[in-house]
Structure formats: C-alpha cells, structure tokens
C-alpha cells in the first residue's frame, strides 16, 4: 500500500458511511409514504409488513454505519499519528487539509496561499516523509 493510498482510507470509509445515511433517509422517506388503506376503504396488513421491512433495513444499515464509524476514528486517529511524524509543519498542515478534512489540492492552494504546481510538489515531500515512517 503506498503513503497515498494509506492517507486516503480515511475519505473513502467517510464517503462510504455518507452514502449509507442517504440510504437510511431514502428508507425513511419511504417508510413514511406507505398508508394503510387500500381504494375500497378496507385496510390491508400489507402496508405495515412493508413498514417492518423497510424498519428492518434501516436497522442493518444503522448497525453497519455505526461499525464503520467505529473504524473511522481508529483510521482517522492512525492518520494523525502518521501525519504528526511529518517534521515540517506546514507538510503536516497539508496533509491534514487533504486526508483529514477531505480538500482538494486546488483547495488547499488557495487556504495556504500557495500556487497550485508548488502544493503538488510540497504534496510530493510529504507523502515521501509519510512512506519513511
């Protein structure tokens, strides 16, 4: 696994769990669209056993969003400590920009006040101290 590739573990488990909340709001939506009666006026059962099964889905997914935040703070705390190794300050800086807060390096250019081809190079030294430690 490259420093890069190790740094980014972090944005992508976030994406992922992001993904899962939309779902679970999407679930939600949905739970609350379903009635329980049907065109004559008579009431069906079906409706509340599709309500169960949507409640059901958006448990499991509640479950695995909190397991992979579980993982994320321990990923994210391994990052700071990789990142926290990184002597030059503003090598750290950048490195948090970019995979703790999730920045672009076009981003960071502009928040550090650097060009951008010197933060793809300052990016370079970085990532080399990370793959060091």
Excluded: W
């Excluded at 993904?19 to 049907?38: D, I």
């Excluded at 079906?46 to 579980?70: C, F, M, S, W």
């Excluded at 793809?120 to 990370?130: E, K, N």
């Amino acid at each position: 696994m490259t420093a890069k590739e190790y740094l980014s573990r972090y944005r992508f488990l976030n994406d992922g769990i992001n993904a899962k909340l939309m779902q679970v709001e999407e679930l939600r939506s949905k739970a609350q669209t379903v009635s329980g009666g049907n065109s004559t006026g008579a009431h069906s059962s079906q409706p509340y056993d599709r309500i169960g099964e949507i409640t059901a889905k958006i448990v499991d997914l509640e479950r695995e969003i909190n397991e992979e935040i579980d993982r994320l703070v321990d990923i994210q705390r391994e990052i700071r400590e990789a990142i926290a190794a990184v002597t030059e300050e503003r090598l750290r800086t950048l490195l948090e920009y970019k995979y703790l807060n999730c920045m672009t390096l076009e981003e960071i250019a502009v928040r550090m006040d650097y060009s951008y081809p010197q933060i793809c190079r300052l990016h370079g030294r970085a990532l080399q101290q990370v793959k060091m430690i």
